[in-house]
């Protein structure tokens, strides 16, 4: 009876290390993500407006060299200053909820996300939620090898703003 409860309780060992070891990643990853979106989407002051280049050079380091110079060719990012502008805000990121989809062949993992943009100034603050996705690898740090992001509403009415006065 002493050695069946011996072994129960290495299995129950063992069981609750795998699990926190796993929840430690996820809550690295989590940290990661949050940087990473941090990097690309701050902007602090809005009459001192980064531009697209700047922050595509901000989040180099979160992104692989394939996704760098995709949005360093496309000007993938030039539509971040360019809602902040249209309406004279700030930017912070308030939060980002992962939700793991898929542990992909080539080693690579699919998330998607959910973030919180807070976009204000002194007349207004508005959180703004956005849904995306992410492929992420894990290969001497992590890296960023999918991004994709859905408008929102009012990402794109901001964006009309400026056009039609």
């Avoid at 993500?33 to 989407?41: G, L």
């Avoid at 697209?52 to 050079?57: D, F």
């Avoid at 308030?94 to 919180?116: A, S």
């Amino acid at each position: 009876m002493k050695k069946l409860m011996q072994v129960l309780f290495a299995v129950v060992l063992l069981f609750v290390a795998g699990c926190d070891a796993e929840t430690s990643k996820e809550d690295e990853i989590k940290e990661f993500v949050m940087e990473y979106k941090t990097k690309m989407y701050t902007i602090e002051d809005p009459s001192n407006m980064p531009t697209g280049s700047e922050l595509i050079e901000r989040i180099k380091p979160y992104v692989s060299e394939k996704v760098h110079e995709k949005l360093l060719v496309n000007s993938g990012l030039n539509y971040i200053p360019r809602v902040a502008t249209n309406i004279s805000a700030s930017i912070e990121v308030q939060d980002v909820e992962l939700t793991k989809t898929e542990d992909n062949k080539d080693g690579t993992t699919d998330y998607d996300f959910v973030l919180e943009l807070k976009f204000y100034n002194e007349d207004f603050s508005e959180v703004v939620t956005k849904a995306g996705q992410l492929t992420i690898q894990d290969e001497n740090g992590y890296k960023v090898t999918r991004d994709w992001v859905e408008p929102t509403q009012f990402e794109q009415d901001a964006l009309l703003k400026k056009t039609k006065q």
